[in-house]
């Protein structure tokens, strides 16, 4: 496979112009939500790349190479020589509900040599747990699932999501790969603390929080979050929410999309069942950014040509700054023959360890490798 | 440039250690922000950090707060478990180091000992009721409205019905077909009750059920409903029957027996009535001495024949309850004077002693039945003259109280015969019984004597008792209580028969009875008609004033009731009429007098009791 790399930044231009004369088969184009929104960037791309499918995702911050940007766009043209592509596109509001749009993507994808599903969902509208459920339901077990869901900058908005057209909200992208050449390995991984009591959950419906131990779940947020409870819903990313399972590696961790002060509720990114047991986590600073490093690590592919990185926009609001330090150490690990790109989301979708029916995670650096094989 | 534009810590450090700040280019204006914005960022998540601490410190000291009061709760709980389990558990060894753990473990341990015990229990009932199933006994429960709560299945298959329909039914229901008014119908009682009860299964043949029932009481000792335990007795009922009817069947037989031979006596005894009768009229007339012996011995032997026909018509009328004790006025002085006369006769006629004697404090009048005290000392002494061969023989009466109106009289008659012996003694009075059968042989007699004398003494309220020993004597003896007559001094009655001038009609077929009857009525100068039969009679009537018909009761062509009955309601005659019965036995006395009668003498009569009953009718007046 080949892959070109090329930078747009919002309401400027190219930044690296990429190479007219590369003829890829797919395209993903990762950026900020407001240059999405105003720079007509799918016929820019398309000016460019005349061949090819090309993917847009809006985000909350662009991974490109080793950096991380705001305000720019991601480009990433690839040419698998090996791999069919194929490209199906959803509408949330067309299906009955989140479950029956990931079973009408994965139906349409399914067929003959199907490796591997990548998808990319609106960010506010869908129920990331229903349509990842949804996808599963009929797929075969080897099939790979992983991707993520759009964000807007941590705003909780708007998100947008488009194929072969200019974005928009409400969109579910899924791009299957089919034949044997091609390599997919995967990893996720968080490196949030558990803090506080552990909670049970007193009433929820599907991903819509009102009680824990009784008591009103935003007025404990609230509390928590002191003077930073003014930044809601942005800052409730500091303190995600890990439902406990019965072993460590069926935790779940669940971001909040978003808050009704009125009904006093949370709505979260994955559903919240009635009864579960939860417990708030905390940022410690070393243990994310090891967290990306352990990502890769569970990836197991020494030599690959592509990495797609999904990081959650929690990780972002608290590594700040410092946040290209969880890329470099996933760089550093799978070494400079790699093109890197990726965007911060508001739901990483990936299978959980040890098993390849996919979740939806919140708050991990999840990685997929992609390499073609002789 | 003026005011502060970064972070506190940033401003002073650059004041510090950059020369020429505030003034700085615009290169390094990028990265200072950039520091500042680190400076502020970390400053925030200090803060984030201290909210979020302190928070969830004071939420765990809460938890915590709570969870000692839900420990100190617990142990309380801990504390009265073991106090509730040493209750429960008495013989339990000392509860008082176990844990809450160790607790749950005794009364885990407890509990299954329980209900192995109950599972027992209720084998155990299992069994009872198996039990009570294969002996046929059905069970079931009922509620204290009176319905059935529980039916085994044995009741139901008694009743023919299911145990599910059964449930909720009254004993009304249980009727099977029979009246309500059955006083015998099944009934749920609340109270430990045994009854018999006919039962109609299913309308067919009846069925007889012995039925239990016993009260059920709840765990507080109240009554909360009854069980009952029905057995089908149909077989044993069936049985039962057939031996009452057996029994009506043999009673019925003796019943005719004892009819039988009370008109067997009768009969016997009209003909030996007409020899006594022939011969006491023949002794009246010119003799030679060879006629007036053969009249004597033929005389005797009547006599014994009589006395032999009367004691089993005393037996027969005895047994059937037909004997009533009269009551007459008479003096016992007078009366055991004249009675001990012919007594002594027969004694010293076998060369025995004889003697009597009388208590001074005896009253010198009494009512009671003296013809029947008679007949007991005349068969006792008889009996003393019969069984006695040398000694003496002797009557003793004696007083034991008095009340104003009665006298306790003791009858003692003693010989010194052959005595009975201890182990006969009881024996004796049975009928047709004699100390042995040889006795019979030896002395004669019928046995029946000493019963009839029990008996009758039995009916004046006292009793006969017998005290002998072997070859040295015997005494019977027994008290009786009599009345003091009301007035002591009455005229004593001479008979000086005499009916000069009455016409009277006398109705009967029987050739000897006529004959004696109108022997006698003539010997009293009445002037006597004789019809055969009850048409005659009332054909005489018709054109005869008569002043008394005597009237024989069972007669040809027309019988005396029907003749009575005709006098009295076609002739509309008042003449006296005194009917004649024979039979003791049939209840032809009351019959005559339900007819109209005014009164009747028993045949064989007696000569003064006939001559009383016409003289009161024709003179008293």
Known sequence: MKVQQSLWREGKGWASAPSMAFQPNIVFAFGAIDALANDTLYSEIRKVYPEGDIVLVSTAGEIHGDEVNDHTVSITACHFEKTAIKVVEGNVSDCANSFECGRSISQRLNGAGLRHILVFSDGISVNGDDLVRGINDDLPSEVVVTGGLAADAGRFTKTLVGANAEPQSNRIVAIGFYGDKLKITHGSHGGWDLFGPVRTVTKAVDNVLYELDGENALEIYKRYLGPRAAELPGSALLFPLCILGGDQESQLVRTILSVDDAAGTLRFAGNIPMGAQVQFMMANFDRLVDGAAKAAEQSADQSPELVIMVSCVGRKVVLDQRIEEEVESVCQYFGSNAAYTGFYSNGEISPQLGSTKCSLHNQTMTITTYHEVE | ?621
């Open chain 2, 1 to 621: 440039m003026t005011g502060k534009k970064y972070h506190r810590l940033l401003e002073r450090q650059l004041k510090k250690f950059l020369p020429g700040y505030p003034e700085v280019s615009e290169e390094w204006e990028a990265l200072l922000s950039a520091i500042s914005n680190s400076y502020e960022h970390s400053d925030n998540d200090r803060v984030l950090m201290e909210t979020a601490m302190r928070e969830s410190s004071d939420e765990l000291m809460a938890k915590k707060e709570a969870v000692n009061q839900m420990l100190a709760r617990q142990s309380h709980v801990l504390e009265t478990l073991k106090e509730a389990a040493s209750t429960l558990f008495p013989d339990r060894p000392s509860l008082e180091n176990e844990d809450l753990l160790q607790l749950a473990d005794v009364v885990q341990e407890e509990i299954q000992k329980r209900e192995i015990a109950e599972t027992r229990k209720a084998q155990s009932d299992q069994r009872l009721l198996d039990i009570i199933e294969s002996l046929n006994l059905g069970m079931a429960r009922y509620d204290l409205d009176g319905r059935l709560t529980q039916v085994e299945p044995r009741f139901a298959d008694i009743f023919g019905r299911s145990e599910a329909d059964m449930i909720g039914l009254h004993a009304s229901d249980l009727s099977g077909g029979l009246g309500s008014e059955d006083q015998s119908r099944i009934q749920f009682y609340f109270t430990s009750n045994v009854f018999e009860s006919p039962y109609r299964k299913n309308g067919e043949e009846l069925m007889w059920l012995l039925c239990t029932t016993a009260p059920l009481f709840d765990d507080a000792g109240c009554v909360e409903g009854g069980v009952i335990v029905v057995f089908d007795i149909t077989s044993r009922k069936k049985l039962e029957q057939e031996m009452i009817e057996a029994r009506k069947a043999a009673e019925a037989g003796l019943e005719l027996r004892k009819t039988i031979l009370a008109n067997v006596s009768h009969e016997l005894r009209t003909p030996v009535n007409a020899i006594v009768g022939m011969s006491a009229l023949l002794a009246s007339t010119e003799l030679n001495e060879q006629q007036r012996d053969y009249l004597k011995t033929m005389r005797f032997s009547s006599d014994g024949l009589l006395v032999l026909i009367d004691d089993l018509l005393d037996v027969s009328r005895i047994e059937a309850g037909k004997v009533e004790l009269e009551e007459i006025e008479f003096s016992i002085r007078e009366n055991f004077s004249e009675l001990t006369k012919a007594l002594r006769l027969r004694a010293e006629e076998k060369g025995l002693l004889f003697d009597w004697k009388i208590d001074e404090r005896i009253a010198s009048r009494h009512q009671g039945d003296v013809h029947r005290l008679n007949q007991i000392i005349t068969n006792l002494i008889g009996n003393a003259i019969k069984f006695t061969r040398e000694g003496r023989v002797g009557l003793e009466i004696t007083f034991a109280s008095e009340t104003n109106d009665a006298q306790e009289i003791r009858f003692s008659v003693i010989d010194t015969g052959i005595g009975i012996a201890s182990e006969r003694q009881a024996a004796v009075f049975h009928a047709f019984a004699q100390e042995d059968s040889s006795t019979t042989r030896k002395y004669g007699g019928t046995g029946l004597g000493l019963s009839i004398s029990k008996r009758i003494v039995e009916m004046m309220g006292g009793q006969l008792i017998l005290t002998s020993e072997k070859n040295v004597g015997t005494t019977f003896s027994f008290q009786i209580q009599l009345k003091k007559a009301s007035s002591e001094a009455l005229a004593v009655k001479t008979f000086n028969p005499d009916l000069k001038g009455a016409s009277i009609l006398l109705v009967e077929d029987n050739k000897v009875n006529q004959f004696l009857a109108n022997a006698l009525l003539n010997s009293w100068k009445a002037n006597v008609d004789i019809s055969e039969d009850g048409q005659d009679a009332i054909d005489r009537l018709k054109e005869k004033q008569y002043d008394l018909v005597l009237m024989d009761l069972q007669m040809p062509i027309m019988d005396g009731f029907e003749a009575t009955e005709h006098i009295r309601e076609v002739l509309n005659s008042k003449v006296p009429i005194v009917g004649l019965p024979a039979n003791a036995l049939n209840g032809e006395r009351e019959r005559s007098l339900e007819k109209g009668m005014d009164d009747y003498v028993s045949k064989p009569f007696q000569p003064e009791m006939l001559y009383e009953k016409i003289h009161g009718f024709i003179f008293r007046s």
